[in-house]
Nanobody, 115 residues
Framework: VQLVESGGGLVQSGGSLRLSCAASGFTVNTAVMSWYRQAPGKEREWVAD????????NYADSVKGRFTISRDNVKNTVYLQMNSLKPEDTAVYYC?????????WGQGTQVTVSS
């Protein structure tokens, strides 16, 4: 199992970014895929999930209405579309899945939102 995030960068407040999480070793539509983030000096926090069954999504209150998680089964990739970004969204964003009780994380991608 391998997860590789990309798409981070520097953006102004109010801007948008789309993060990608390319998966290998399994297919993303058979797993719950999640995005987390960790800001400097803070604990890692959950951002969003997309479930294997039916593609149901859940979001943290802090991002609801601004972020959208989705997946492309052909590309075996999960995305996080982030709109109306705020400085408090600045963090390293990680992709995560759990397979057979083992948690797998990507290496993370830095998102910096300037005010």
């Amino acid at each position: 199992v391998q997860l590789v995030e990309s798409g981070g960068g520097l953006v102004q407040s109010g801007g948008s970014l789309r993060l990608s999480c390319a998966a290998s070793g399994f297919t993303v539509n058979t797993a719950v895929m999640s995005w987390y983030r960790q800001a400097p000096g803070k604990e890692r926090e959950w951002v969003a999930d997309i479930f294997n069954s039916g593609g149901t999504t859940n979001y943290a209150d802090s991002v609801k209405g601004r972020f959208t998680i989705s997946r492309d089964n052909v590309k075996n990739t999960v995305y996080l579309q982030m709109n109306s970004l705020k400085p408090e969204d600045t963090a390293v964003y990680y992709c995560r899945t759990i397979r057979s009780g083992v948690s797998y994380w990507g290496q993370g991608t830095q998102v910096t939102v300037s005010s």
